[in-house]
């Protein structure tokens, strides 16, 4: 269960010290900022915690998105545009994440793509059990939205995020899509500071999840390129 969703690896790689934590005198917890200024641990309001909504919109990948990879675990997959992402290493601390990717216009985006044999039942009991692990290892929280939308022709879970770890302010996006034995999932993220200008592209990268049988015991290797050719000898 803590191999859980895209975030969990990524919140508990950093070695930077934590932020302090108080309680207001109506009992409500803060994050005192190295810069001296606090914000309220959870800003999610109550309604958006519990709510689903529905988008009615269909979502398709692009058609720059042409690679597709599977995952191993389940019957899912997605399908990226790599000339604008790179695979590189996954996160040596986490079993969940499948690939791991960096964006080749900007460095600070990153993107994930897990999977987990789980029984979960539902999309809402995803979302609940993403939202308390988050809670549990940042220092603050906000969920701007969660809802049902069609992708690729199949029923996801999109959420967006915002949370501050050790210090570090960050945005997520990521689609959630349930199989018959677990699910997948989809994921970018990037520092808060630089969510704006890269919204779009990280947008239009979640949207290439798919339903796709799952791939065999086939790794898919990250090469580099090729050193050049050595130079002819001249004859003497």
Request: with cysteine; hydrophobic share 35%.
């Amino acid at each position: 269960m803590k191999k859980i969703i895209l975030s969990a690896c990524i919140l508990l790689s950093f070695s930077l010290r934590s932020q302090i934590k108080a309680l207001t005198e109506d009992g409500k917890e803060v994050v005192l900022l190295e810069n001296k200024t606090w914000k309220f641990v959870n800003e999610s309001d109550e309604k958006t915690l519990e709510t689903i909504t529905t988008n009615d919109e269909l979502f398709e990948k692009t058609k720059e998105s042409t690679f597709i990879v599977k995952s191993k675990n389940v019957d899912g997959g997605f399908y990226y545009n790599p000339k604008k992402w790179k695979i590189v290493k996954a996160p040596e601390s986490s079993t969940f994440v499948e690939y791991a990717f960096n964006n080749l216009s900007n460095s600070t985006v990153y993107a994930f793509f897990g999977s987990e044999i789980m029984p979960v039942q539902t999309l809402k009991n995803l979302k609940d059990i993403l939202i308390s692990i988050i809670q549990r290892n940042s220092d603050y929280f906000k969920l701007k939205k969660s809802e049902y939308r069609t992708v690729n022709g199949i029923k996801v879970l999109h959420v967006e995020y915002s949370a501050n770890v050790k210090g570090l302010d960050f945005e997520y996006i990521a689609n959630l899509y349930l199989t018959s034995g677990g699910y997948c999932s989809v994921s970018t993220h990037t520092y808060a500071n630089q969510f704006e200008a890269n919204k779009n592209e990280m947008e239009n990268f979640v949207n290439g999840i798919v339903k796709a049988e799952k791939r065999g015991t086939d790794v898919v290797e990250i090469k580099t390129s090729p050193p050049p050719p050595m130079a002819p000898k001249k004859s003497k």
